[in-house]
């Protein structure tokens, strides 16, 4: 099957919320944003998966879908851990935040991340990808 080249191959979704995960997931899957998607429910999982797939770059998603709000591990302790990876993971996975989160403060703390890429208010959108897609992130 011939694929779009701008397809990503592999996102993951890291959310506590089932709902979220179930519509994010529907909607790469609608638009064939991505060929494969790997949904975590806590950060902690997500950060498992990065670990143990972490030399092998085949297995790393482009993009990681993160959520702010998330019990023990959240979207900064996320962020914290995912500093300490190797050069190969944090070249190759971009974060964009995808929380409903709209305190300020939290905002501007997680945007000032080197890694994060962008800021997108739940729920995940078609246009939200399209704008992904032409700034060729």
């Known amino acids: ?11 993951m979704l ?10 994010s997931k529907r909607i790469i899957e609608i638009t064939k944003f991505s060929n494969r998607v790997e949904v975590k429910s806590s950060g902690k ?3 498992d998966y990065l670990r143990e797939n972490q030399n092998n770059a085949e297995n790393l998603p482009s993009l990681i879908f993160l959520d702010i709000n998330m019990p023990i591990v959240d979207g900064f302790v996320f962020l914290y ?7 190969l993971v944090r070249n190759k996975c971009k974060v964009i935040i995808l929380s409903s989160s709209d ?5 501007d703390k997680i945007v000032n991340n080197n890694h994060v890429i962008k800021f997108i208010t739940k729920p995940l959108t078609e246009v939200a990808l ?3 897609k032409l700034n060729n992130i």
């Open 103 to 107: 305190n300020k403060r939290d905002i």
């Open 14 to 23: 890291v959310d506590d919320n089932d709902t979220d995960n179930f519509i």
């Open 81 to 87: 851990e995912f500093e300490k990876f190797n050069e």
């Open 130 to 132: 399209d704008e992904i």
């Open 45 to 47: 999982s997500a950060l």
């Open 1 to 11: 099957m011939q694929t779009d080249t701008k397809s990503i191959d592999l996102v």
